[in-house]
């Protein structure tokens, strides 16, 4: 059979054959759940943050393609020991370059992952009862993209409410 | 300008001869004819990136619906909607009016509400109204029309009220060609807390319309009628009340996710994004496409010269029809507040034996009351025969057209 | 038998390559591809014959028309329903389904009423059930499919009661390909006085349906799954209750007649004969006439014989499926059981890259839920990859198939 | 101009121009109205019936196209002296050859005069409150196809009704 390049490149591949911080994180301090509208993956990113907001470990779970357990180890990686301010900064866009790039197609399950990043940062402020300048009090675009288990859940009762209403 | 003896030869149609003359086609309000480009358009999509759309992983899904969105992108392009998520793409006006019955209608309409239609409405502007306040209880207000075939805009202003929840009114009449002035329509509706539909089925594919101008709520209008193929066509809606509004059709794409609840025994639901949202099952993604390429080709050529190329053409029919003594032109005369269609009768003939013996001579003209009873019983005519033209249309057309009148006139 | 290579030569898309690689489109359940005959049939209908329908008096309207009613006819013949007024023209399946439950539904289904949908069921015949039993208050009552894909007929014959009013369910799972026996279940419900709705959107294409010997009460289909354009379909009702319902889309040519009365100040309306009352506004003309080119193709071949046809070819994919190591084929493996749809995953890579994958080497496959959420929560799986065949396809696809599997095991 | 032979043959033209029996009639024993559900013309049908049950003269009444005027013309002369049983026998095939053929889209016109002639005859027989053995009790393929204006108001209401009672 004639050797095509593939749709991946070999760092996603390398990525998704040896992804970093795979799995459950017991003494997390924040966890969050992200969907994929697109392809109705879900992934869960865990963090655990210290006092001066640096996050010291993340891990995540993914039931998600190849493009997504990339994404997700590289940004594992790339937010250990960073200050949730500037974890926050992190784009969609800087990830898939991190990654080498990604097919079009592939392009939400990088959004998703910064997604999930995103609800876990802004979940930690709002268990805490703080928000920081810096954190918008509009969604980012990843959040949008990415949306929680329940947030759909409500979506969904408040849309059959109105239908049940009528 | 544009040159329709050049785009005369885009249409395959054009060639045909009836009876053996040389095919004329007036019947452009009930549908046009479709350029090669847009049949090219058909053949290229089905020969080369056919597939379903939404975003399947495989290439030829990939591109047909990246054809497809493109396709809704220029068709807000088209008529100055802010993008895709306001162009919901249906089957043509009748779909569109329907839709906006079905979905806004039902869950916003109850008893002591009142919908204003015009009495000049196509019957597709008609009877959903008429059907769904039976259901729903609400009251259908008609606007009057006068004589001379124009609105009567007093009576409207007399009627709107804050009872008033929709106006629904033609941009152009199907059967008289007259142009309402939709902008002040809106105007004084939004004035009332009302919204407006504008049937935009004849004037989108003759007129420049501008959505964002005019500052109307909904806007139909039908691919068939402007080079595109049947079984497409438009309701555009502003984005904050497609949000808000209930979902049409059930099915495949214009939901999230359906899941089952064991427990509680049904399924859950969650719509899909706009325009999706009110997008069920799979669409007429050829038809999309071929729309767009309709579209391309008229801008192309440019709006305001569609419009010019027609009013010529109207304007010297008019003249010419005024020489045939039979002949009565109905409704407006005057170009200014007018578009391309021309309905008139011939003194001692049926409208269908208009119609008949014009074919014989291979010119097609529509008889009939169009779809438009109400309008004809304003003007006291049981039926009409209507010309109406298109940017391939010429003024040697209508020169045999009155030719053949005149030989008509003796029968 | 038909001859696949011969056919092959008349659907142009196949000549395409992908990434250098020839096309193999195993995404057929999604949509089919369309022979030159049915592209041609379109091409020609827009160069000699558009017009808009319904018998204007003049030749390309009595010409469009009598084309469009043909292919009513024709759609008639191929399920053996009694003639053209019990076929009326849609966009598709969804339509269809939407069609009954707003004219039917709506009209005859009231709290205590309850309605059986199985959980095999595509979203288009759940979704349009769950939106009405919210505004009309009957349940939706949801008959199990086991573990092994088959319907649960004993929790069907357990779950229908004096209640049922219909009973919709599809004639074969487009994502596992069983086929169930409509038959029976239509017998059962008109035991107790049940209609009987079948989706037969991955039936029709596939396997010889007669109407008249399941007797079925509603069928629905698509066009753009039979080798027809996107944005006709069809629904079959039995003429009665056809004619016992209430109209569904309100518009032109789907009345007789609208006149203001000027004293109660409201329009009246008369219905247009079957199939035309539920034909709202300017059909799809067009897709019609491309259905029954499809119809025609598919007639010449034989049904009988495109069966036969993808059941050897299911028959050698599953066999050659078993091979691959890290494949898991979905449901049941039996071709006396199923058509010729193959879900399947790869051990530890998602559906979707399985499906990359495969187009990365030019092969079409579909991944996801294909819009059968509920009976991949049966299945226990969050999504599958999908092949699926038609008359274009051949054992050396499927070969290749293998070969590049075997490649993805790998990654 | 090129001469074209018309859609109309010659027989059809000169009736049409010069009809027979065109006008209302004062002393009709019975007259009918018919609809055409295809073009929306209507036409009436006055008949005078004698005790012999034999038509003594026939009129109509058109605001329809030349082959609906020239077909009623025709009907009316053929139906003179003719007795009611044999009068119903005409159908609008037989009407149709009478006239020397009519284009196809023209067929309907000719099914509209015959209509009508068919719905003053069981008119006349309704009103006596005799129903003759001849008489089907179904309705001719003409009558279905020509509707009496109270009957097109009358589906018109029912079928308001039961949209008004949901
Ligand atoms: C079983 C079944 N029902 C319904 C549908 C919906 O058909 P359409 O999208 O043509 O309306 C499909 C196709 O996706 C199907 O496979
Ligand atoms: C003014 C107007 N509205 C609505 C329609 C209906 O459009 P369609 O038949 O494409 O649904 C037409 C065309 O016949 C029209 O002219
Ligand atoms: S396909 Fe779902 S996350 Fe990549
Ligand atoms: S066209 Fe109406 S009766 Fe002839």
């Known amino acids: 059979m004639s050797r095509m390049p593939l749709p991946y490149n070999p760092k996603v591949l390398e990525l998704f054959r040896n992804p970093k911080n795979l799995g459950k994180m017991e003494d997390a301090t924040v966890t969050a759940v992200a969907g994929n509208p697109a392809c109705g993956d879900m992934i869960t990113f865990y963090l655990k943050i210290n006092e001066q907001e640096v996050i010291e470990k993340a891990s995540f779970e993914s039931y998600g393609c190849a493009a997504n357990i990339a994404t997700s180890s590289i940004v594992t990686e790339m937010i250990k020991g960073v200050k949730l301010e500037d974890a926050w900064k992190i784009s969609w866009k800087s990830v898939r370059e991190a990654v080498g790039g990604l097919p079009s197609i592939k392009f939400h399950c990088g959004v998703l992952a910064v997604g999930a990043l995103h609800r876990a940062i802004r979940k930690y402020y709002k268990n805490k009862g703080v928000s920081p300048s810096w954190l ?14 329940e947030e759909l859940a409500k979506i969904l009762e408040k849309r059959l409410k109105t239908a049940e209403g009528k | 300008m544009l040159d329709p003896y050049k785009i005369r030869e885009d249409f395959p149609i054009l060639k045909r001869k009836i009876n053996n003359y040389p095919i004329i086609y007036f019947d452009n309000a009930a549908t046009s004819q479709k350029p090669k480009q847009v049949i090219e358009a058909i053949k290229n999509f089905y020969e080369n990136h056919n597939a379903n759309v939404h975003r399947a992983v495989h290439t030829l899904s990939q591109e047909a619906s990246e054809l497809y969105e493109e396709a809704h992108e220029e068709a807000a392009r088209f008529i100055n909607a802010k993008g895709m998520e306001e162009i919901i793409f249906v089957r043509g006006t009748t779909e569109a009016i329907n839709l906006v019955a079905y979905s806004w209608g039902c869950h916003n309409l109850t008893k002591d509400d009142e919908v204003i239609v015009s009495l000049m409405e196509h019957h597709s502007n008609i009877v959903p109204w008429e059907l769904l306040s039976r259901v729903r209880g609400f009251n259908v207000v008609y606007v009057n029309v006068k004589k001379n075939g124009k609105l009567d805009y007093a009576d409207f202003e007399n009627k709107i009220s804050k009872k008033t929840k929709i106006v629904c009114v033609s941009h152009v009449s199907n059967m008289s060609g007259v142009i309402n002035d939709v902008k002040r329509i809106a105007k004084v509706a939004h004035e009332y807390n009302a919204l407006t539909l504008v049937d935009g089925a004849q004037s989108v594919p003759h007129l420049p319309v501008d959505v964002n101008d005019l500052d109307i709520d909904f806007l139909t209008f039908s691919g068939h009628k402007m080079l595109g193929p049947t079984g497409i066509g438009v309701l555009y809606g502003k984005r904050e009340i497609l949000e808000s509004m209930e979902p049409f059709q059930g099915g495949g794409e214009m939901i999230r996710e359906v899941s089952f609840n064991a427990t509680k025994k049904r399924c859950s639901i969650a719509w899909n994004i706009l325009p999706w949202k009110f997008e069920a099952g799979t669409p007429n993604v050829c038809g999309g496409i071929g729309l767009m390429e309709a579209i391309k080709y008229l801008k192309r050529i440019g709006m305001e010269n569609v419009k010019a190329h027609e009013e010529i053409l109207t304007k010297y029919a ?85 030719e053949v009148l005149k030989e008509i006139e003796q029968i």
Chains 1, 4 share one sequence.
Request: proline share 4%; with cysteine.
């Open chain 1, 136 to 149: 918008p009090e509009g969604l980012s675009f990843e959040e949008k993209q990415a949306l929680e288990e």
């Open chain 2, 318 to 402: 008019i003249q010419k029809m005024a020489e045939c003594k039979k002949v009565e032109i109905y409704g407006p005369k005057d170009t200014s507040v007018k578009c391309g269609i021309i309905p008139f009768g011939v003194e001692g003939l049926s409208s269908h034996d208009v119609a008949l013996f014009l074919d014989n001579y291979g010119i097609m003209v529509r008889s009939g009351f169009h779809c438009a009873q109400p309008l004809h019983e304003i003007f006291g005519l049981k039926s009409s025969a209507r010309i109406s033209f298109y940017v391939y249309n010429i003024r040697e057309e209508i020169d045999r057209f009155i």
